[in-house]
């Protein structure tokens, strides 16, 4: 009798994860009707389930009714992300880099083989200004992939890489080549390879073990970047260097207060 009990216990789990499951991984919200022809139970059973997992917080109703996500994950979302606490360090420079350019500042990080961009400050410029949070970029042309490629915190991809213009990098062997001079100047670069007209510089920011965590870039249009792509490159180094250094429980000296020695603002008039 206890088996048996044990056994129904553990298929009700076995059922309500699976509901919760279907809601979380569906790219829209979910009908009732929809999510008891996926789960295959009864009607009077996904009732029951759905009631409860709505009371402890695993799924809600939106305004029509359907099934989304509950609040619960993004409570742990907020409690836990473990970007949260990069992002409130990095803005303060991301601000400061968005004023001296008045181009778009980004800060990213890896997710398995993506690129997944955490923050941004927005171009002053009405050209160039657009939310790049939600646009999947390929990592292979843009240059906060390419540092995060130099650097070993992504995977090198193998064989062809899809082809955007004729700029674009389209084999591991270029890439990784690539990734060879980019370690060596200490920034990537990426001019008209995701479009025509566009253009990226981004460096490394370094965590507590010394290893790239995340990739602070700038980007805009070729025509008021490229005759400045040094002096970019330096002021995103030392901000990225700033950022390590808080990154690592450190407060940067006074000899690096980016008030002192700005490297865009020593360089602005050769730019």
Request: aromatic share 4%.
């Amino acid at each position: 009798m206890s088996g048996a009990s044990s056994g129904s216990g553990t298929q009700a789990v076995d059922r309500a994860a699976q509901l919760v499951s279907t809601v979380v991984h569906a790219d829209e919200p979910l009908t009732f009707a929809e999510l008891q022809d996926s789960s295959g139970l009864a009607k009077s059973t996904t009732s029951r389930m759905l009631a409860a997992l709505e009371r402890t917080g695993l799924v809600e109703r939106d305004a029509d009714g359907s099934f989304v996500a509950g609040s619960l994950f993004w409570l742990y979302a907020a409690r836990h992300d473990p970007w949260e606490e990069m992002v409130r360090l990095a803005r303060p420079a991301m601000e400061r880099i968005g004023e001296e350019t008045l181009e778009t500042v980004h800060l990213s990080v890896a997710r398995g083989d993506k690129v997944v961009q955490v923050a941004q400050v927005d171009s002053r410029y009405l050209l160039g200004t657009r939310d790049w949070t939600e646009v999947e970029v390929p990592p292979h042309c843009s240059a906060l992939g390419k540092v995060l490629y130099a650097w070993g915190a992504l995977a090198m991809p193998a064989g062809a890489l899809e082809t955007f213009t004729d700029a674009t990098i389209t084999s591991s062997e270029e890439l990784r080549r690539d990734g060879m001079r980019i370690r060596e100047r200490g920034w990537a670069i990426t001019d008209g390879e995701l479009e025509i007209g566009l253009t990226g510089i981004a460096v490394p920011v370094k965590g507590v073990r010394g290893d790239v965590v995340a990739a602070l870039g700038v980007s805009g249009p070729t025509a008021r970047l490229e005759d400045r792509l040094d002096g970019v490159g330096e002021l995103l180094a030392f901000h990225a260097a700033q950022l390590s250094t808080l990154l690592r429980g450190r407060t940067p000296s006074q000899k690096n207060d980016p008030q002192k020695s700005d490297p865009l603002t020593s360089t602005e008039g050769a730019a």
